[in-house]
């Protein structure tokens, strides 16, 4: 089935052909205590102290939380403000390495997960700081939990890397089927699930391929291949794509029986109870016309971006850009201090002559966005009510059912900044409901 | 033709007796002090008072909901005029003028990143706090400019806003638009004022702006009162604002100003 809606951008996959290689150990990393959505943990070592790698950093605030651990052993220089991806400071543990790479003897391997008990096996995914790393980094565990009233009856593993520019994904299909099937299977067994279902966009029929070869006997799974069109790695478009089921709106995918779950969290979550390892590694693209020498990485958590692009030659004369994440949804950076998180998928770097330097033109109503818009929501309407001001109107129009993709903005004629214009919308109207439920 | 005309002159017999009739059977009973109070308000509907407009206000204050001096805009003489009306006396509060705590322009403060998005403070702030490298600092996008109805605001060209003191009606619509807080209406007579919002530690606020308050507390001592650092920045308590205008001086990065409110007009 397809889903409506979407746009065919230039997808850039220069880097799928570029095997994934492995950053040597650096002497600093900066570890943000939030890394994912939820309560920030809080910090459960002092300045000074000997950390080893894989040691947890912060314990946990609540449910929706999950720890962050150390990505080499080394001594923890400062508990402080560090530039954070999302844009602002946030308290990060700084790390000075020791050289030694020792790894912390605390780690508890569960190893088989077939002779595991589901509830341990969600345990050992929280303690090893599991989250969703397609770049929501929705902590593992929760989506593992659905309430008793919502069955989950169909896992869907998200291959479909449907973000220009991006290879992480596709190169971790390749190299590391065994483990993204294992972890699969693995996730499948702590909810009970029988339908098991691989989608991969069409422009990786290798990455495909190469799962099915490695999938082991006692996995049922169907494997899938879509249609390229962003954005099928969305969640709920996904869910339509495969299963022709539709999330509710306002809802989640365990509305409809579903539950997805990103390509580098299923190898994470097979290290995590194979070897007892905690989330400090990922798997990401440093690509664009910006950088000298594109790669797929796999780099340590709390790595600095400004080491990631002098492993990577620099970045070119005419840089004007570095983006965490693809271009579609990714989000600019304002230093090279940042480190790279749970849920960096990408480091983009584009030279002036990609980016436009524009000002937005008024509406014409041509409605090109409305035919783009994979939620079927009107955003040329959205668009002028935002910019008038008229937020509780905009609610009326469904704002808060925007996945925020940009298929809006992108074959917008007069180059509106529409997700920007939503993403204010969305927090006046968080701040309205806040304002109300105080009074 | 006669035919016509009679007809005519009926039509308009009738329709002038029904217009009469409905203009007594449907009238809405209005206080006369209303339409004579909404004779003496400004008449800008800005709804600074909290009321949604001028008429409006009007019939809140002869309701006793609001207070006869309720009117930002008019001042003292407005606030006696109303009194007059409705036959209350008044004391005269002291006019208030807008103050952005923020001189840091472009050649002060430097930008962060190339913002490329919406003229708007509020978006620019979504991301990361906005492009200013001082996080409590004027972005210079206008929305206090947009805000203002009574053309109060200026954007100078260093990117940054200021307060037209003179043209200043203290309808405290600025203060409510702007992201950053760094508006607030402050008596017009005080003379002294810290132009500077931004709570980081000394070494941080120096990086972040060549006129940040550094919380040295030079101020403070200088004063005796009046001036205190609080947060990692100096504060005027308006109630007991210092007078010394030499404290000034004392300021080692000119984050303290002497500036002269007053408007001619009142």
């Known amino acids: 089935m397809r889903f409506k809606g979407g746009v065919h951008p230039d997808y ?185 279902i691989i989608g991969v966009e069409a422009n990786k029929p290798d990455a495909l391929e190469a799962l099915r070869k490695a999938c082991p006997p006692d996995v049922a799974a169907e494997f899938v291949l879509l249609e390229a069109k962003y954005p099928q790695g969305s969640e709920k478009h996904l869910i339509v794509a495969l299963t022709g089921r539709r999330v509710p709106a306002g809802g989640l995918p365990m509305d409809v029986g579903c539950l997805v779950q990103n390509v580098g969290t299923a190898v994470a979550a097979c290290e995590a109870v194979g070897q007892g390892l905690p989330l400090i590694e990922r798997v990401t693209t440093v690509t664009g016309e910006g950088i000298a020498r594109p790669a797929n990485l796999r780099l340590r958590v709390g790595t600095l971006l400004a080491d990631v692009i002098a492993h990577c030659g620099g970045l070119g004369p005419r840089i004007a850009k570095v983006i965490f994440g693809g271009p579609m949804m990714g989000l600019g950076q304002f230093s090279l201090e940042v480190p790279v998180i749970k849920g960096t998928s990408g480091i983009l770097c584009l030279p002036a002559e990609r980016i436009t330097q524009y000002l937005a033109d008024p509406c014409i109503r041509c409605g090109t966005c409305v035919d783009a818009c994979p939620m079927g929501l009107v955003p040329s309407a959205m668009g002028v009510l935002a910019e008038r001001g008229r937020f509780a ?47 | 033709m006669l035919v016509a005309t009679a007809v005519l002159a009926g039509l308009g017999l009738v329709s002038g007796l029904g217009l009469g009739w409905a203009a007594r059977f449907f009238a809405v009973e209005t206080d006369p002090r209303q339409e004579a109070l909404l004779e003496l308000l400004p008449g800008a509907n800005c709804g600074g008072c909290g009321c949604a407009g001028c008429n409006d206000f009007a019939g809140a204050v002869v309701s006793g909901a ?150 040295c507390k030079k101020c403070e001592k200088a004063a005796g009162g009046g001036i205190a650092v609080t947060d990692f920045l100096a504060r005027v308590d308006y109630a007991l604002a210092p007078t010394d205008e030499a404290l000034v001086e004392q300021c080692p990065n000119g984050s303290i100003r002497v500036l002269d409110l007053r408007s001619k007009r009142h």
């Open chain 1, 12 to 196: 850039h996959k220069e880097t799928a052909g570029l095997a994934i290689e492995t950053l040597p150990l650096l002497p600093r990393y900066a570890v943000p205590l939030s890394q994912h959505l939820g309560a920030p943990g809080t910090p459960l070592v002092t300045k000074g102290q000997q950390v080893a790698k894989g040691e947890p950093l912060s314990q946990p605030q609540g449910f929706v939380s999950v720890p962050v651990h150390a990505p080499t052993s080394g001594a923890v220089k400062a508990i402080k403000d560090w530039p954070h991806p999302l844009g602002r400071s946030l308290p990060a543990v700084e790390i000075e390495a020791d050289g030694e790479d020792r790894l912390w003897d605390g780690l508890a391997p569960l190893g088989d997960w077939r002779q595991q008990a589901p509830a341990a096996l969600r345990d050992a995914l929280k303690a090893a700081g599991l989250v969703g790393m397609g770049g929501a980094t929705f902590p593992t565990h929760v989506k593992l939990s659905p309430p008793a009233d919502k069955p989950i009856d169909t896992f869907i593993l998200n291959g479909a890397e449907c973000e220009p520019y991006l290879t992480s994904d596709h190169r971790a299909m390749l190299e590391q089927a065994p483990a993204v099937m294992e972890g699969l299977g693995l996730m499948a067994r702590v909810l009970g699930v029988k339908r098991i």
């Open chain 1, 393 to 439: 109107d905009l609610a009326d129009y469904r704002v808060g059912d925007c996945i925020e993709c940009g298929s809006c903005a992108y074959v917008c004629p007069s180059f509106r900044p529409l997700v920007q214009l939503f993403r204010r919308g969305k927090a006046e109207l968080r701040a309205l409901e806040s304002r109300s439920g105080a009074a």
């Open chain 2, 66 to 215: 609001a207070p006869v001096d309720g009117c930002p805009v008019g001042g003292g003489s407005t606030a006696q005029a109303v009194a007059g009306v409705m036959g209350l006396s008044v004391e005269l509060k002291e006019r208030r003028v807008a103050l952005i705590h923020c001189q840091g322009g472009n050649d002060l403060a430097p930008r962060r990143y190339l913002y490329n998005g919406l003229a708007s403070c509020a978006s620019a702030a979504q991301l990361g706090g906005g492009d200013k490298s001082c996080l409590q600092g004027c972005l210079g996008l206008g929305d206090c400019q947009g805000a203002c109805r009574f053309g109060a605001i200026a954007i100078l060209p260093s990117g940054i806003a200021q307060i037209l003191a003179e043209r200043c009606t203290a309808c405290g619509k600025c203060v409510g638009a702007c992201p950053k807080g760094i508006i607030d209406l402050v008596p017009e007579r005080a003379r002294i004022h810290v132009l500077c919002s931004n709570t980081d530690r000394g070494p941080q606020a120096r990086k972040a702006c060549q006129v940040a308050c550094i919380a």
